[in-house]
């Protein structure tokens, strides 16, 4: 079904601004545009799905704001063959997108709920090369490992140990790193032959990582 005028029109303006904070990757866009955030907000905020804005999601968590999405996703410079894991299902937004990119998404979550929900949207959406699993995403997902591309969507206080480790020669992470309750920096680490290296993108806030599974 096609949008009415106003969500045609708020959809355009949304496209616009991330053209305008700094989201220019032809590609990154084309998978902005093409995975309605419209879906992944559900309830009380859905009419607000296409503003620039975090949003809250169930188990007290959030939707990322889109400029951040779009920003993260482009500064992971993801290809069609990679595989790539994000720590931080939440809505499944961001899994969604990159899954348009790379070959195959594990994403992580530690609420089962969260991961429910965003199973049944993927299966909704025909997104069948991502696979969410219920776990404590600081560990990584050895079995699946080494992985080209990580994405980490809730602040540590320093890249976890297993991320690094897991991480393939050749490989980005993108990591916001900081104290929960500050604003924290948004990370890129790059492994080499020899080491890795880090450079600092722009300020952030997220949600801390939180060890072990969630209640719900
Ligand atoms: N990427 C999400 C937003 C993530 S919000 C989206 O597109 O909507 C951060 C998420 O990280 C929350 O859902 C939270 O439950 C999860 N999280 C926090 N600590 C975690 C951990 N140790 N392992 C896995 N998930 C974790």
New binding site residues.
């Given amino acids: 079904m096609s949008d009415d005028p106003e969500t045609a029109e708020r959809k355009m303006r949304f496209l616009f601004a991330l053209r305008q904070r700094g989201v220019t990757d032809p590609r990154v866009l084309e998978a902005m545009e093409r995975i309605d955030r419209g879906e992944?907000v559900r309830g009380h905020f859905e009419d607000r799905a296409y503003d620039d804005t975090p949003l809250p999601?169930p188990?007290g968590?959030?939707?990322?704001q889109p400029s951040v999405?779009g920003l993260m996703t482009q500064a992971l410079e993801v290809g069609p063959r990679d595989k790539v894991l994000?720590?931080?299902?939440?809505?499944?937004?961001?899994?969604a997108i990159l899954s348009l990119l790379c070959r195959r998404v594990y994403t992580?979550?530690?609420?089962r709920r969260?991961v429910a929900e965003a199973e049944a949207l993927f299966r909704d959406l025909g997104l069948t090369n991502i696979t969410a699993l219920v776990?404590?995403?600081?560990r990584g997902l050895p079995e699946q490992a080494p992985f080209d591309r990580i994405m980490v969507?809730?602040a540590a206080e320093d890249p976890p140990g297993p991320l690094l480790a897991q991480l393939k020669i050749g490989g980005i992470m993108v990591v916001p790193v900081g104290q929960s309750d500050a604003v924290q920096t948004l990370i890129r680490v790059r492994r080499g032959e020899n080491g890795y290296d880090y450079d600092e993108l722009r300020q952030v806030r997220?949600?801390?990582?939180?060890?072990g599974l969630?209640q719900t």
């Avoid at 994000?86 to 899994?95: D, L, N, P, R, V």
């Avoid at 992580?108 to 609420?111: F, G, N, Q, V």
């Avoid at 776990?135 to 600081?138: E, I, L, M, Q, V």
């Fill in positions: 992944f999601i188990c968590q959030t939707i990322s999405v994000e720590i931080g299902t939440g809505s499944g937004y961001q899994a992580i979550d530690r609420h969260l776990a404590d995403g600081s969507t809730a997220f949600v801390p990582l939180v060890e969630g």
